[in-house]
């Protein structure tokens, strides 16, 4: 498995890279496949402490759903080991919906085969991301493309837990629908289907 460390806006030390290098076997042990693990470590602002915060996070890249983590600590190496028990965590969980979904469809259940883009679909290499359309301005939008293939509500949602966000973008293999699943307060989710009026943007064009 390749391991990239990299920092935003700043240098990495050599120890901190040989600390990351060390842990990485844990994860090595739950995806045995996983192809690359991406740890990027970067200031973010705290408007509670005149210190900036350290951000850690982790994109592994297994054959199938990216798994993600990310944390903040005022010391990098403690924010890195907050991110690897969710990234430690989130792998089990992958690791036990899989053999559950093996378990069902040696019993002839054939909804229970996941469907998940290869990792090239997934997760590309490099994000493509737009200028900044707002020139001078402080406001900052940044633009990703997003692929993926159909996948149904449920698929969304284990995918969504992955990659610790409290939505996720899909296209919806029952309604055939651009979708976004979110995450409500306690256990409760909401999903949201657009539907595309297309005659409506025609008139508008």
């Not at 890249?61 to 010391?75: C, N, S």
């Not at 590309?124 to 402080?138: C, L, T």
């Amino acid at each position: 498995m390749d391991v990239v460390i990299s920092g935003r806006h700043q240098n990495v030390s050599d120890h901190f890279r040989t600390h990351v290098a060390e842990r990485m076997a844990k994860v090595e042990q739950l995806a045995p496949r996983a192809l690359r693990t991406e740890v990027l470590v970067s200031h973010e602002p705290n408007r509670s402490k005149t210190k900036a915060s350290e951000r850690v996070e982790i994109t592994c890249h297994i054959r199938g759903p990216v798994v993600r983590a990310e944390a903040t600590h005022d010391d990098k190496y403690a924010a890195f080991e907050l991110a690897m028990d969710k990234l430690v965590e989130r792998l089990r969980r992958s690791n036990e919906r899989r053999r559950v979904a093996r378990t069902k469809a040696h019993k002839g259940d054939p909804a229970a085969v996941p469907v998940s883009a290869p990792i090239d679909q997934a997760e590309p290499d490099a994000p493509q991301e737009a200028a900044d359309p707002f020139g001078d301005s402080p406001i900052e939008v940044r633009e990703k493309v997003h692929q993926s293939t159909p996948m149904t509500l449920s698929q969304a949602l284990a995918e969504m837990e992955l990659v610790g966000h409290d939505f996720f973008l899909f296209h919806d293999s029952d309604t055939d629908k651009p979708s976004v699943v979110y995450r409500r307060r306690g256990w409760a989710y909401g999903v949201i289907h657009l539907d595309v009026d297309s005659a409506s943007i025609e008139a508008v064009s």
